[in-house]
């Protein structure tokens, strides 16, 4: 491709939208221009880099015994009805109606559509197990898309899904992905870790995700340096200390004028947070679309404690929280600032169950500028819910090891769910074994998101100047550039290279421009190809081309009548680099 014909083209300047790195640099660099909020058109360039990606995964796919397909993006709403998400998925699911009036959804993941044709095609457990997977555009009309490619509404995933007839079947295709995944990522030169994780909407029975650990990523992940325990913090666990025993004080009504927060209550009656029992009212909606009523929910944890909002919306079976207002608070006997679980009504109550060992705390009176000393749950409240709400923060205890644990904000690049028989139970996946009794299939799903996953290499692989794409997904791993003016010999010794390397297979960027070498060297140090190859007067003279290794700086001069065997072993070394990193990793 020569960059005199390229479509698209540099920009000098960062765009005022840009919000993280890989987003003003891919702009910049001519691979993506925004159509709206969040939505992109992949350039040339951008297009090469997601196909190089995408092959990639197709051999890790294929090394795993996947068999490829296509699922439309569009669905009838019906097979979204049955599995009943259709009416508990809110605003993201993208839905609208045919001609005919038919109700219609865009993909934002096909579980549904693949338990459609497992009915349709699956009767034997012979048939069983397989794998299969596609690439395919999705839909999710987030509220919130950020950071160019990092959150679109738009955007092109890898699901594979697994059908087997048992668990352990499931279990060994579950293990597959998990080495795989890292297979991909290590391919691409992006460190990732995996945590545990919560199976949300997708539902099923465990989940991990994948993490590239970055300051701009949304997701908080909770890491223990001494036993390597890590998880979401959606999902994570400590170790929580209980109080030593006492014995129970009575209920006693003492006033806390202006003390509205735990900490203003601590100070107040000289006692520690540890010590207040902190509640926290949320209305909860199992439709995600619902506007305005849901169910009063108040979360009670320990007052130096925080809610974690994923644990508490999966006890209480909730699509969604937002906290309650102060007329909805009022409404079930509480006083905002001053509230506790004692006396209310039409409100659920979940305490968190390290309250159950923590005796006589201070909570609120539900009454203006009053709190009750020596509160102890089961004597003075019980709980429709006792369980693990509490959210994990830094410096809490391992669940494992009881060490410290550090938290560190990452972006999820990919996850893995074992469905079971979540989807195969509702819309009617079985099949028969050899005695002629009906199972269901056991379904696994598994996803990595493309242009997430090339927006999350550019940010690992940049610099001061631009970008820096490790040879597997640079779209082109040489990039020459012509210091030629108009020199006609230069220019025909120019071509000559360019054939002589596209005779050895190598793909070629040639910026046959006529620019001056300070733009030339800007636009290749911007766009970042792996290899840089400079022939100018001065290179010519020695019958020679400097070589300049984009990521390390290194440059050399290479004869011309062995550039093209040179260029092949420096690409197979890049190549071989990344190759090493694919190593097994243990399955937690």
């Not at 006997?333 to 705390?361: E, F, K, M, Q, T």
């Not at 970042?528 to 990521?551: D, H």
Request: proline content about 5%.
């Amino acid at each position: 491709m020569r960059l005199s014909t390229l479509f698209g083209q540099t920009l000098r300047e960062t765009p005022a939208a840009a919000e993280a790195a890989s987003h003003a640099l891919l702009l910049r660099a001519g691979f993506i221009r925004p159509l709206g909020a969040g939505i992109f058109t992949l350039l040339p360039l951008g297009l090469r880099a997601l196909q190089h990606i995408a092959a990639i995964m197709r051999s890790e796919m294929d090394r795993l015994g996947g068999q490829e397909l296509l699922m439309p993006v569009v669905h009838p709403a019906e097979v979204w009805q049955e599995s009943g998400r259709y009416q508990t998925i809110g605003l993201e699911l993208g839905r609208f109606a045919d001609r005919s009036g038919r109700p219609m959804v865009l993909a934002m993941t096909h579980e549904e559509i693949v338990a459609d044709l497992v009915r349709r095609e699956v009767r034997s457990y012979r048939q069983l197990p397989r794998l299969i997977y596609h690439i395919q555009t999705k839909w999710r009309d987030d509220p919130r898309p950020r950071a160019g490619l990092i959150r679109t509404r738009e955007f092109t995933m890898l699901d594979s899904y697994s059908l087997d007839a048992d668990e352990a079947g499931l279990d060994l295709q579950y293990r597959g992905h998990y080495q795989a995944y890292f297979n991909i990522f290590a391919r691409c030169g992006l460190p990732v870790i995996a945590v545990q994780a919560d199976v949300g909407r997708m539902g099923g029975s465990l989940a991990h995700e994948f993490m590239f650990l970055a300051p701009m990523g949304e997701d908080t992940i909770v890491r223990c340096p001494s036993c390597g325990y890590s998880a979401n913090r959606q999902v994570a666990l400590q170790t929580k200390t209980p109080a030593g025993a006492e014995v129970l004080g009575p209920l006693t009504r003492v006033a806390t004028p202006a003390c509205a927060t735990m900490e203003d209550l601590a100070r107040f009656l000289n006692v520690p947070t540890s010590r207040t029992a902190k509640a926290v009212f949320f209305s909860a909606f199992r439709d995600e679309r619902e506007a305005s009523t849901g169910q009063l929910v108040l979360a009670l944890v320990r007052g130096d404690m925080g809610v974690n909002e994923t644990k508490l919306a999966n006890v209480v079976g909730a699509r969604m929280l937002r906290p309650a207002t102060e007329s909805e608070v009022r409404a079930v006997g509480a006083v905002p600032g001053y509230a506790s679980a004692i006396g209310l009504h039409d409100a659920r109550v979940v305490a968190d169950d390290l309250l159950a060992s923590s005796p006589n705390l201070v909570a609120g009176a539900n009454e203006e500028g009053y709190h009750l000393r020596n509160v102890n749950l089961g004597r003075d409240f019980t709980p429709d819910t006792l369980t693990d709400i509490a959210a994990v923060e830094e410096g809490s205890a391992c669940p494992q090891c009881s060490a410290p644990m550090h938290a560190v904000r990452g972006v999820e690049v990919g996850n893995i769910f074992k469905l079971g028989t979540d989807y195969s139970d509702t819309l009617g996946c079985h099949y028969l074994d050899a005695q002629g009794s009906s199972h269901a299939v056991m379904m696994g799903s598994y996803g990595i998101g493309l242009g997430r996953l090339l927006a999350c290499i550019a940010e690992a692989h940049h610099d001061e100047q631009g970008l820096a794409w490790p040879v597997s997904v640079a779209p082109y791993p040489v990039h020459l550039v012509l210091l030629a003016g108009d020199d006609p010999q230069l220019l025909r010794a120019g071509e000559a290279v360019e054939r002589e390397l596209q005779a050895e297979n190598v793909e070629v960027l040639y910026d046959d421009r006529s620019e001056s070498p300070g733009v030339k060297f800007a636009d290749a140090d911007l766009m970042g190809m792996p290899i840089r190859l400079t022939l100018g007067k001065r290179s010519m003279a020695q019958q020679a081309v400097e070589l300049r290794l984009r990521q390390s700086g290194e440059s050399r001069n290479v004869p011309l009548a062995s550039l093209a065997g040179e260029v092949k072993r420096e690409i197979a070394r890049l190549t071989g680099e990344l190759e090493a990193q694919r190593v097994v990793v243990p399955y937690p």
